[in-house]
């Protein structure tokens, strides 16, 4: 609400006062002669006095109301300000309030983000563990197949070979026979049989006449001793290499220029050991 703060006093009964008592003063100074007794004296100063404090009161009085007013409005400003602060206050609690509203929620979001992230390391731990338990029994199950696969293609692989090692030795045996009808069959027959083995990888070798002996490629029969610079005689027994590598060498019999033989060598046709491929 605004208020006057310049408040103004009617002055005029008061200066109008004053006039009067200055007017009484110099009549009775001046109404009687020359000469001025004690209490007449006395009046002209009273009515003096009593006119300069008159005219002086509303100005005094004027200036304590605009006091009173100058403090009246501080006051009022006070309790504004104090108002204020009350409101301020008002809102610093309810502020507080909130905070602390917020900062229980953000604990409770901690306290459940942490539980849910030691679930998801717990889960994860046991999923890992699940997992290594599952990869190390799958490896153990691949290793057993493998060695089963092996062992399976080893015997196999030796029942082949022993077959073919039959199938050649009804082929010298005809070629021994000198009837050329029962040579060419027994070829063909041993030419059929070694086209089917080489599908699965599994290719005869035979030594070339005179070729040089290697010992890499050729085996003598036991208890013969290579020499240096020999040379090939006749095949005993045929070689032979899986997906190109050697599972047995070829059993030769050297020129008797080279080395003498032994009077009646054995085909150590079932003893042959054959390698595995790894």
Known sequence: MPQDTNPSLNKLPFLVGDALLVLTAAWLATSVGPGLDPWRLGLVAVCVALGAWLGALPFILEHRAQVRLAEASGLADTVEQVK???????????????????????????????????????????????????????????????????????????????????????????????????????????NTCRDAARRVGLVAVEAVPDAPFDKQVHQLPEGVNPVEGGRIAQTLATGYTYQGQFVRPVLVLLKQTDLPQPADPQLPLEETPTKQTT
């Open 84 to 190: 204020g602060l009350q409101t301020v206050g008002s809102q610093v609690a309810e502020a507080t309030a909130r905070w602390q509203s917020v900062q229980a929620s953000a604990d409770k979001t901690a306290a459940t983000a942490k539980e849910i992230a030691t679930q998801i390391t717990t889960e994860a731990r046991h999923f890992a563990e699940t997992m290594q338990k599952a990869h190390d029994a799958e490896i153990r199950n691949l290793r057993l197949e493998v060695e089963k696969m092996r062992r399976s293609e080893g015997d196999w692989l030796q029942v082949i070979v022993r077959m073919l090692d039959n199938v050649y030795a009804l082929y010298s045996a005809g070629v021994h026979s000198g009837q050329p009808g029962l040579v060419e069959q027994f070829t063909q027959f041993q």
